[in-house]
């Protein structure tokens, strides 16, 4: 499954290229991830990016800091498509969090 998600994983843009936005996210065990995405992205890209990673824990949501608030980041059947990165207010550099729902 992992392998299928990865392929729906957009190129990563260039350095430089405008409406882009640098995401650096936080891993439960304190490794971080860091990529860029357009601001066009959905935020489902960001979600097969971290399950993706060998790391990643199974079950997790992604939460922002500050104001702390839970991204609907995974497609479901209700909500196969998610909101862009710039729908959801996505500025130049986005720090967000890992939660392990499983922990």
Do not use: W
Not at 14 to 33: A, H, N, S
Not at 65 to 78: D, E, F, G, I, V
């Amino acid at each position: 499954m992992k392998v299928e998600l990865a392929s729906e994983i957009p190129e990563e843009p260039e350095v430089g290229q405008e409406d882009t936005v640098r995401v650096l996210i936080k891993l439960p065990g304190g490794q971080r991830l860091e990529r860029r995405f357009l601001l066009s992205h959905s935020l489902k890209h960001i979600y097969y990016f971290v399950f993706c990673h060998p790391d990643s824990p199974d079950q997790f949501d992604i939460v922002t800091n500050y104001p702390r608030r839970t991204l609907a980041c995974k497609p479901s059947q209700a909500q196969p498509n998610t909101p862009s990165l710039k729908e959801v207010g996505f500025g130049k550099s986005e720090m967000l969090f890992v939660a392990d729902l499983d922990s």
